[in-house]
């Protein structure tokens, strides 16, 4: 959507094109700079936050995808992290398995149960579905949970750093690009799965769905495609999740992770990929800047314990506000600033979205 | 022997959580993810009450429940209100962001402590023997006792009062309930302040003969099984299905494995999901069919 | 509109400064930084070692400090998430600069931020759960433990006590553990050490992590007709274990490990046949240590109550200890280097000192205790007095 007023789209190709505006090259290039610089001047903390942020995109995104866009209620998310990371590991740990192994491994293994979680959804919506993937969640649980009891990883299972060929992926800043990479990808992947076809398809089965099936579009396929989609997507984030933490338990596949991806898309705007990456970071972020604003009060030591308490609130809090104040999240927020610097001075009142 | 008490035991505190659960649903259409919260929140308004103002049980158990009840009606007030119109994600997701905030605060005001309000009414949970040397504590026997007659207070109301009658129409076709002069939001309240009530009050139980710990509001995951198997806005049908998940976890416990236990209500749910979704009792909602 | 645009810019004021805080810049404290679940699930005895490790260390600052140093501790909050207390970890030693790192977290944790600790070489100071890195023949360089909680040794002692004061009558034991590893190792051990020791063993139940209800389990142990039950794992697992066995009638003797509410727990069951060993002594004992822990506790108003700080005291003592022994500046090697030789006198808050050496970052000798309810004397008696396990 071009910012700018008085650019007119003259072929087709510039119909098709992601960035048009010069502008919209001149920012974008800036942004990259500025990610590509970033690892070589920030601390070592805010590195492993920007890689945790780009790790959670990919999965953000695949959420997004299937909720958002296809209007699947899915509050499975853990269960497909846990299926990724759990077949990394149980390859890893059983056959002493390379990366190009497990990455294609878990996303395969990820496709089969994103066809499981989503047979339901051929028969259920809205919160028949959404209980049903709960179900299906708590399963995965249960059965990564026996593979450790089983096989005696009581603590949870080490993996080891992965390596291409003789490099290995150990150095933060590797891992920085890695998952920049990784994040920029699915981003790209997202933006045009959502301009082509499955896309259409998917908003029309979201609004409309018997309609959709009148005009023509297969429903039962596209509901399944887009679990599958959103299932890869999120194995694969499992896998490189489980070897950037080297660690592997099923403590941290709760039900708590799920809520945060699902929060990222709510927080974030649902049903827009900018709504995805906003919600991302503000979710993953919070945290933290809670804690800074924590430090910079300079709380008594005796009431920092309560202030762990109110952190801990404060992530549900935060989640309310914005239910009750701007359904429709970041992207709308964003939307309004963007609006009122594109007309002023002339203040109007814009159309919603 | 021993374990059909327990069973009973056990379903009678998954009827008294899933009640207040079918009740909003019912009038609202709203999921409470949150009801394990409301079910925590009550155990521990059971122990600051006990702690502080009366020493004796039954006091004590009246002015907590009130307070449960305050905090339905308020949580109506500032919260789900404001999502009557939205769209059933935004509902759900405003009930999860309901019950990490609750939790939050549990933590806050009592810390992650493990608490006995026993201890603190100065009572103590006895057993008692009933048939062919199986054992019941006396908390057990509240539990099933309460169960019993809230369903059939909850049971006549509906049917018979005024108030009753209108949750209902208001539940079925709140358009046309406001037509006809119903206050819509009032019944909403309403229903939430119960749900809180009776939710609360099996956590009051449950602290008193379990223990009282932030991590009570597990419970309130199983009840999903539950009534969901019953029909989600089915008050009949909560008691078949918190039979069926019962005996699903017991038989898991004991013959399976005990891990199995926490999985097991899940697998019924799934089952049931796929043969029958609307659950016993349920009025069949719109599905598709491939 | 003017609401909503409010609401926008007061957001963004309030993540700003989590960009801007400045990192701890002054060098002149020695610096501690602590990773502690103090909320979260499984964060009940967690929580307590904040609140002791504040009141010690404020004492010693007020008083001079250490080597004229005062001490500053950080201390964050890892919700017992194992990515949270990754991060805090990796922020404690790159940007604040810590010397030495403290973890008090479920076994959960333990992995991602000993991966910090070696990678950065700083060393690691447990005070929760004791991992199986700390123990001789090979310890760790980098992991050190102070607290209880050490397998193998305590059901070393358990099991010989149980058989001990069963002399005389019929023993069959029932053996409950918790579904997460240590607990279930734990059992897994003491059912083999029975069983070494001709002990007839007739349950073993392993109760999943969150369970509500413990009456079933109860039921199975009953029916096997156990006379004693030996139970490790949470406290809540143990006592709620304990109640629903009494709830259905059965009159035998349990033996549970002894965490920070074993004290208080005990006065509130009154049960002359529950039984608790740990290697940490009661209040009852009324030490001069344990006055001054109460003393501390009234006087700085701790969330937590006093009966609940010993092992985080304990832990403090730990650290004043080992940073007298490293000399200014302070560096982790320096740190590593005075821990090697540890050697702290635990003031009867232990059965005896805790001596740490280059193999041997547990102890090298841990000293357990028995205690029960005596309803004749109304009040909390010795079972088993101090007995030394040596840890090799």
């Given at each position: 959507?071009?910012?700018?007023?008085?650019?007119?789209?003259?072929?087709?190709?510039?119909?098709?094109?992601?960035?048009?505006?010069?502008?919209?090259?001149?920012?974008?290039?800036?942004?990259?700079?500025?990610?590509?610089?970033?690892?070589?001047?920030?601390?070592?903390?805010?590195?492993?936050?920007?890689?945790?942020?780009?790790?959670?995109?990919?999965?953000?995104?695949?959420?997004?995808?299937?909720?958002?866009?296809?209007?699947?209620?899915?509050?499975?998310?853990?269960?497909?992290?846990?299926?990724?990371?759990?077949?990394?590991?149980?390859?890893?740990?059983?056959?002493?398995?390379?990366?190009?192994?497990?990455?294609?491994?878990?996303?395969?293994?990820?496709?089969?149960?994103?066809?499981?979680?989503?047979?339901?959804?051929?028969?259920?919506?809205?919160?028949?579905?959404?209980?049903?993937?709960?179900?299906?969640?708590?399963?995965?649980?249960?059965?990564?949970?026996?593979?450790?009891?089983?096989?005696?990883?009581?603590?949870?299972?080490?993996?080891?750093?992965?390596?291409?060929?003789?490099?290995?992926?150990?150095?933060?800043?590797?891992?920085?690009?890695?998952?920049?990479?990784?994040?920029?990808?699915?981003?790209?992947?997202?933006?045009?799965?959502?301009?082509?076809?499955?896309?259409?398809?998917?908003?029309?089965?979201?609004?409309?769905?018997?309609?959709?099936?009148?005009?023509?579009?297969?429903?039962?396929?596209?509901?399944?495609?887009?679990?599958?989609?959103?299932?890869?997507?999120?194995?694969?984030?499992?896998?490189?999740?489980?070897?950037?933490?080297?660690?592997?338990?099923?403590?941290?596949?709760?039900?708590?992770?799920?809520?945060?991806?699902?929060?990222?898309?709510?927080?974030?705007?649902?049903?827009?990929?900018?709504?995805?990456?906003?919600?991302?970071?503000?979710?993953?972020?919070?945290?933290?800047?809670?804690?800074?604003?924590?430090?910079?009060?300079?709380?008594?030591?005796?009431?920092?314990?309560?202030?762990?308490?109110?952190?801990?609130?404060?992530?549900?809090?935060?989640?309310?506000?914005?239910?009750?104040?701007?359904?429709?999240?970041?992207?709308?927020?964003?939307?309004?600033?963007?609006?009122?610097?594109?007309?002023?001075?002339?203040?109007?009142?814009?159309?919603?979205? | 022997?021993?374990?059909?008490?327990?069973?009973?035991?056990?379903?009678?505190?998954?009827?008294?959580?899933?009640?207040?659960?079918?009740?909003?649903?019912?009038?609202?259409?709203?999921?409470?993810?949150?009801?394990?919260?409301?079910?925590?929140?009550?155990?521990?308004?059971?122990?600051?009450?006990?702690?502080?103002?009366?020493?004796?049980?039954?006091?004590?158990?009246?002015?907590?429940?009130?307070?449960?009840?305050?905090?339905?009606?308020?949580?109506?007030?500032?919260?789900?209100?404001?999502?009557?119109?939205?769209?059933?994600?935004?509902?759900?997701?405003?009930?999860?962001?309901?019950?990490?905030?609750?939790?939050?605060?549990?933590?806050?005001?009592?810390?992650?402590?493990?608490?006995?309000?026993?201890?603190?009414?100065?009572?103590?949970?006895?057993?008692?023997?009933?048939?062919?040397?199986?054992?019941?504590?006396?908390?057990?026997?509240?539990?099933?006792?309460?169960?019993?007659?809230?369903?059939?207070?909850?049971?006549?109301?509906?049917?018979?009062?005024?108030?009753?009658?209108?949750?209902?129409?208001?539940?079925?076709?709140?358009?046309?309930?406001?037509?006809?002069?119903?206050?819509?939001?009032?019944?909403?309240?309403?229903?939430?302040?119960?749900?809180?009530?009776?939710?609360?009050?099996?956590?009051?139980?449950?602290?008193?003969?379990?223990?009282?710990?932030?991590?009570?509001?597990?419970?309130?995951?199983?009840?999903?099984?539950?009534?969901?198997?019953?029909?989600?806005?089915?008050?009949?049908?909560?008691?078949?299905?918190?039979?069926?998940?019962?005996?699903?976890?017991?038989?898991?416990?004991?013959?399976?494995?005990?891990?199995?236990?926490?999985?097991?209500?899940?697998?019924?749910?799934?089952?049931?999901?796929?043969?029958?979704?609307?659950?016993?009792?349920?009025?069949?909602?719109?599905?598709?069919?491939? | 509109?003017?609401?909503?645009?409010?609401?926008?810019?007061?957001?963004?004021?309030?993540?700003?400064?989590?960009?801007?805080?400045?990192?701890?810049?002054?060098?002149?404290?020695?610096?501690?930084?602590?990773?502690?679940?103090?909320?979260?699930?499984?964060?009940?005895?967690?929580?307590?070692?904040?609140?002791?490790?504040?009141?010690?260390?404020?004492?010693?600052?007020?008083?001079?400090?250490?080597?004229?140093?005062?001490?500053?501790?950080?201390?964050?909050?890892?919700?017992?998430?194992?990515?949270?207390?990754?991060?805090?970890?990796?922020?404690?030693?790159?940007?604040?600069?810590?010397?030495?790192?403290?973890?008090?977290?479920?076994?959960?944790?333990?992995?991602?931020?000993?991966?910090?600790?070696?990678?950065?070489?700083?060393?690691?100071?447990?005070?929760?759960?004791?991992?199986?890195?700390?123990?001789?023949?090979?310890?760790?360089?980098?992991?050190?433990?102070?607290?209880?909680?050490?397998?193998?040794?305590?059901?070393?002692?358990?099991?010989?006590?149980?058989?001990?004061?069963?002399?005389?009558?019929?023993?069959?034991?029932?053996?409950?553990?918790?579904?997460?590893?240590?607990?279930?190792?734990?059992?897994?051990?003491?059912?083999?050490?029975?069983?070494?020791?001709?002990?007839?063993?007739?349950?073993?139940?392993?109760?999943?992590?969150?369970?509500?209800?413990?009456?079933?389990?109860?039921?199975?142990?009953?029916?096997?007709?156990?006379?004693?039950?030996?139970?490790?794992?949470?406290?809540?697992?143990?006592?709620?274990?304990?109640?629903?066995?009494?709830?259905?009638?059965?009159?035998?003797?349990?033996?549970?490990?002894?965490?920070?509410?074993?004290?208080?727990?005990?006065?509130?069951?009154?049960?002359?046949?529950?039984?608790?060993?740990?290697?940490?002594?009661?209040?009852?004992?009324?030490?001069?240590?344990?006055?001054?822990?109460?003393?501390?506790?009234?006087?700085?108003?701790?969330?937590?109550?006093?009966?609940?700080?010993?092992?985080?005291?304990?832990?403090?003592?730990?650290?004043?200890?080992?940073?007298?022994?490293?000399?200014?500046?302070?560096?982790?090697?320096?740190?590593?280097?005075?821990?090697?030789?540890?050697?702290?006198?635990?003031?009867?808050?232990?059965?005896?000192?805790?001596?740490?050496?280059?193999?041997?970052?547990?102890?090298?000798?841990?000293?357990?205790?028995?205690?029960k309810w005596d309803s004749k004397k109304n009040g909390i008696v010795i079972a088993k007095d101090w007995t030394a396990i040596e840890v090799k």
């Amino acid at each position: 959507m071009p910012f700018a007023s008085g650019h007119f789209r003259t072929s087709y190709r510039a119909d098709l094109s992601l960035v048009e505006t010069r502008t919209g090259w001149g920012f974008l290039t800036i942004l990259m700079i500025g990610l590509v610089a970033f690892p070589f001047f920030a601390s070592p903390f805010l590195l492993d936050l920007a890689s945790q942020v780009y790790l959670s995109l990919i999965g953000a995104l695949a959420l997004m995808l299937l909720t958002g866009f296809a209007g699947q209620i899915s509050l499975g998310h853990a269960g497909f992290i846990a299926v990724g990371a759990y077949v990394t590991a149980i390859l890893f740990k059983e056959l002493n398995a390379p990366i190009w192994v497990t990455l294609p491994a878990s996303g395969l293994v990820g496709a089969v149960l994103g066809v499981i979680f989503g047979l339901p959804s051929l028969r259920l919506k809205g919160v028949y579905l959404a209980l049903s993937t709960l179900a299906m969640h708590f399963i995965v649980t249960y059965m990564g949970a026996e593979y450790e009891t089983r096989r005696g990883f009581a603590t949870g299972i080490v993996i080891k750093p992965p390596s291409i060929g003789p490099f290995y992926i150990r150095d933060p800043l590797v891992w920085y690009f890695l998952l920049f990479f990784a994040a920029f990808v699915a981003l790209l992947f997202s933006v045009n799965l959502v301009r082509s076809r499955s896309g259409r398809a998917w908003v029309a089965i979201r609004d409309r769905e018997v309609v959709a099936e009148a005009i023509g579009v297969k429903v039962p396929f596209y509901k399944l495609s887009a679990f599958v989609t959103g299932a890869v997507m999120t194995s694969i984030s499992g896998c490189l999740f489980a070897y950037y933490r080297g660690f592997v338990s099923v403590e941290a596949y709760s039900l708590f992770l799920t809520i945060q991806y699902v929060a990222m898309i709510i927080i974030g705007g649902l049903g827009t990929i900018l709504g995805a990456v906003l919600g991302t970071i503000f979710v993953v972020l919070l945290p933290y800047a809670i804690d800074g604003v924590g430090r910079a009060l300079e709380v008594p030591d005796r009431l920092t314990t309560y202030m762990f308490a109110i952190q801990y609130a404060s992530f549900g809090l935060v989640m309310i506000i914005f239910l009750v104040v701007e359904p429709g999240g970041l992207v709308a927020i964003w939307n309004r600033i963007r609006n009122y610097f594109i007309l002023w001075p002339f203040r109007r009142r814009t159309l919603r979205g | 022997m021993q374990i059909i008490v327990n069973t009973v035991v056990l379903a009678s505190l998954y009827s008294l959580i899933g009640c207040g659960f079918v009740l909003i649903y019912r009038a609202s259409r709203v999921v409470n993810l949150a009801q394990g919260e409301l079910m925590a929140m009550g155990g521990y308004f059971l122990f600051t009450v006990a702690m502080g103002l009366f020493k004796d049980p039954v006091p004590s158990f009246f002015v907590a429940s009130i307070f449960s009840m305050a905090l339905g009606f308020m949580i109506y007030l500032f919260l789900m209100r404001f999502m009557a119109g939205e769209s059933v994600f935004a509902a759900i997701l405003a009930t999860i962001a309901l019950g990490i905030l609750l939790r939050g605060l549990i933590t806050l005001i009592w810390t992650s402590q493990l608490w006995h309000p026993l201890e603190k009414m100065g009572i103590t949970n006895g057993s008692h023997t009933l048939i062919k040397d199986a054992v019941i504590s006396t908390f057990g026997i509240v539990t099933v006792l309460s169960a019993f007659l809230i369903y059939v207070a909850l049971f006549l109301c509906l049917k018979f009062t005024r108030w009753g009658l209108r949750m209902q129409a208001v539940g079925e076709n709140p358009l046309l309930a406001s037509r006809r002069g119903i206050k819509l939001h009032n019944y909403y309240a309403l229903s939430w302040g119960v749900a809180a009530f009776t939710g609360g009050f099996a956590g009051m139980i449950q602290s008193c003969d379990s223990i009282l710990e932030p991590g009570m509001v597990a419970i309130g995951l199983k009840t999903f099984p539950v009534v969901l198997v019953g029909g989600l806005d089915s008050l009949i049908g909560v008691i078949p299905g918190a039979f069926i998940v019962a005996i699903a976890e017991v038989i898991a416990i004991n013959y399976i494995s005990p891990q199995a236990s926490e999985a097991a209500p899940f697998i019924v749910l799934l089952a049931m999901l796929l043969i029958r979704p609307w659950g016993l009792f349920g009025t069949k909602e719109e599905l598709e069919r491939v | 509109m003017l609401r909503k645009g409010l609401f926008a810019m007061v957001l963004s004021v309030v993540i700003m400064p989590m960009f801007f805080t400045p990192a701890f810049a002054a060098p002149e404290p020695y610096l501690v930084g602590a990773s502690i679940s103090v909320t979260g699930p499984g964060s009940e005895p967690l929580a307590p070692i904040k609140d002791a490790l504040d009141i010690y260390f404020k004492e010693v600052n007020a008083k001079g400090g250490i080597n004229g140093h005062p001490v500053k501790l950080l201390i964050e909050d890892s919700m017992n998430e194992p990515s949270r207390a990754a991060t805090q970890a990796r922020q404690l030693v790159t940007q604040n600069k810590v010397s030495l790192l403290i973890l008090g977290g479920l076994s959960s944790l333990y992995a991602p931020v000993v991966q910090i600790a070696e990678q950065y070489n700083v060393p690691l100071l447990f005070l929760g759960v004791c991992p199986p890195e700390v123990y001789p023949p090979k310890a760790d360089a980098n992991q050190f433990c102070s607290t209880a909680f050490g397998i193998k040794f305590d059901s070393s002692f358990a099991v010989p006590f149980i058989h001990e004061q069963s002399k005389g009558s019929s023993l069959k034991l029932a053996l409950e553990a918790m579904n997460v590893p240590l607990s279930r190792n734990e059992i897994d051990w003491a059912e083999q050490l029975a069983k070494g020791m001709g002990i007839e063993v007739v349950d073993k139940e392993v109760t999943p992590p969150p369970t509500a209800d413990f009456t079933p389990f109860a039921t199975k142990m009953k029916s096997s007709g156990a006379t004693w039950a030996y139970s490790y794992g949470p406290w809540g697992m143990e006592v709620r274990t304990f109640e629903a066995l009494r709830k259905l009638g059965w009159k035998g003797k349990y033996l549970a490990y002894g965490h920070i509410q074993a004290e208080d727990e005990l006065k509130r069951l009154k049960d002359d046949d529950f039984y608790v060993y740990g290697t940490n002594a009661f209040f009852a004992d009324n030490t001069q240590a344990h006055q001054r822990i109460k003393a501390m506790s009234e006087k700085e108003k701790t969330v937590y109550p006093y009966t609940q700080l010993t092992d985080g005291w304990i832990g403090a003592t730990v650290i004043e200890e080992i940073l007298k022994k490293v000399s200014w500046p302070a560096t982790p090697d320096k740190v590593r280097e005075s821990m090697n030789q540890l050697k702290v006198d635990t003031q009867g808050l232990k059965g005896g000192p805790i001596v740490w050496t280059k193999t041997n970052h547990y102890r090298t000798t841990g000293y357990y205790r028995a205690y029960k309810w005596d309803s004749k004397k109304n009040g909390i008696v010795i079972a088993k007095d101090w007995t030394a396990i040596e840890v090799k």
